[in-house]
Each structure stands twice: as structure tokens, then as C-alpha cells.
């Protein structure tokens, strides 16, 4: 094996370790969602859908408010340093929600969890964006995504688990945060380990860096950056969190069967195309410094047509036959996954386009503020619109035409990269 070689095997093992962390990240928040019937009559003080989408906002709004001053940390602290604690912080909280009792002491641990959690993504994709630079960025943005959605796969089958008497949805929050908490040790010391080979490489292409963490935050593409990452969370995060139980009323389905037709067909699409959408913008981008942005357009515009499909399909007053309602919402939410993924593996590379590598943490943060704040706002409205019965045919349409403004946004971002030989 060559010189070149070495840092760049190191590079991508860096990876596959954070693959586990990026599943769990995802896994713990999903289960949830999808054990929500489970969890709403074993704590009948949750009451009402208000509550309930209380609850998936307050990870929400505690994931946003920490997300400010995570790049923060990650200097000060070390990105593998933080990435190990808040793995081993968020599992304990993770296994602590098993335990709770009242809808109240939900509140807070769900409140800890997104604390913890917050610590995770901005810092994990600075980290990768910052060994891998060039023709490999999005493609290892994308692999370590593809973690995260199979996270939430595997939190789709966690309704059977909670219709399972030896386990219920006790044991399994239980049985994920000892996972993580085992994990987290020696997560740690490989991590730096093989993060250290890759301390001397040369940074060609980069944007030049004064270090402070704080550079290029005040410009006018950052600020469509923030605005095209917030508004498809709108529909994303309601899709996430509230399909499985719409799936479940909609279509008269058992919460396990509810929770896996929400996710599977929808991550599994994501997958792929957040593999496929890593490899086109990384040749794109070779030939066209704004590949990255256009792939990223590509997938936000496939959105319009899905939400407004499964907004359709899952309308309460629809007369369509029930096997064709299914069949147009699976549709919709495949379409919606292919245009996910695009969107996906490019939002950190589009960033490093535009920042320099000790402001990406800061900044992926401040996206996730927004972003994330914004997404526990809708969980909330969502449970008010459903109980005021506002049709899921509006909601969704509305959710439709806002990625249509996200569209023309990022095509109006101005790549600032020092030169076009990287494209970093």
C-alpha cells in the first residue's frame, strides 16, 4: 500500500466506525414515533395529540438550542472526544427513558436526550468533511447518512417489539442505550487512534482558516444555506415522526405493521439514493463547481410531487379504494426518500464550499438550530391541525410548495471554494 493510500484506508475506517453511532443517533430518537400507541396508554398522562407532539418537540427545541454551541465545544474539546461522550451520554438517557412513568418525566429525558444527541452530527460531518476533502467527500457524507437511515429502519420495527410481552417498549429503549454505553469505550480509542494518521494531511484547495471557528458565518449564502436546510425539515420531521401513526389510522394496520410501511420503503429509497447522489455530485462536481448544489436541487424537487402524493393518499375524507390509497402513499414515500437522499449527502458538502474547516461544526450547528427548532414547531402544529381536523391532503400540500421556494434557494448559493481543483 502506498503513502497515499494509508490516510485515505484511515479516512474511510473513520467512517464505518461512526456508522454505528449515526444508526444508534437515529434508532433512539425513532423508536418513539413508532412505539407511540404503546407508549401513550402504558402513560395515560400524556392525554392528547398536543401533548404527544409536545413531547417530540421538546427533543427538538433541546437539540436546536445546544446545536448553537456545539462547533464551539468540538474546538475546544476534540471532535473524537465529543463524539464518544455524547454517544455514551445519549445512550444512558436513552436506556433512562424505559424507565420513566409520567408524562412529565418523559418531558425531561427527552429534553437530555436531545441535548446529548445535538453534540453528535455537526460534529461527526465536520469530522468527515474534514478527512475526506475532494472527490470523496460526498460519497463518505453519504455512507455515513446511510447509518442514520438505517437507524430509523430499525426503529420502524420497533413497534413489534413493544407488542412483545417479554420485552415491550420498556426493554427495548433498555436494550439500545446498553448498546451505545458499550459501544462508546472503545469507539473512543479507535477513533483517535486512526484520526491521528490522518492529523498531517495537506489540505489542497481548502478555504483558507484563521481558526477561530466563527469565519464566513455572516454571509449572504450561508443565510439561503440556513433557509434551504429549515424548510424541508418541516415535512421531514413530521414525516418521521408522525407517518407511523397516520399509516395506523389511515389504513387500519397493527402498530408494527404501521411503523415499518412509515419507514422502510422510505429509508431504503434514501439509501440508495444517498449513495447514488454521493457519486454523481462527486464527478459533477469535478467537471462544475456547483455540482454539489445542483444534485442537492435535483432531490428537493422531487419532493414537491411526493408529499402531495401521500397528502392524497392519506386524506381522511378520500373515497379512493383502500389498496390504491396505500399503493400512492408507499409511492409517495419512496419518491420522497430518492429526493432525501440527494439533499442528504450535499448539505455538508455545500457547506465546506462555503466555509472553512474550523467553522463548519459552528456552522452545521446554527443549520440544525433552525432547522431542528423549526421541525419540533411542526410536530407541535401537526398535533393542533389534527386535532382542530385539518386534512392531511392540506398539511402536506403546504409542505409541497414550501420545498418548491428550497428549490430556488440553493441554486442562488455562491461556492467560495480557493480553487476548483478539489472542490472542497
Sequence with gaps: MTTAEKPQSAAWFCVLLLFPVALLNYLDRQMLATMKTSVMHDIPSIINQENWGMLLGMFKWTY???SL???IIALRVGHVRLIAVSLFVWSLTTWATGHCQTYHQLLIVRGLMGFSEACYIPTALAFIATIHMGDSRSKAVGLHQIGIYSGVILGAFS???ADVPQLGWRGAFSVAGYIGIIYAIPLYFLLGKYSRRLATQKKDGEISDNGSGFQGLIQWSFVLMILYFTLPALAGWVIRDWMPAII????NM???????NAVLYFQCAAIASAMLGGWIADRWVKRNIRGRIYTSAIGMSLLVPALIAVGIATGEGSSMPMSTALSLCIGGLILFG??????????MPILCQIMPASSRATAYGILNFFSISCGGLADWLFGVLKDRQVSNETIFTIFGLVS????VLILFVR????TSSLQS
Design 64 to 66: 436546536a438550542i445546544v
Design 69 to 71: 454551541f456545539v462547533g
Design 159 to 161: 413497534g413489534y417489539a
Design 248 to 251: 395506523k389510522t389511515r389504513f
Design 254 to 260: 397493527s402498530q408494527g405493521a404501521a411503523g415499518v
Design 338 to 347: 430518492c429526493g432525501w437522499g440527494f439533499f442528504d449527502c450535499n448539505n
Design 404 to 407: 418548491v421556494i428550497s428549490v
Design 415 to 418: 461556492p467560495r471554494t480557493a
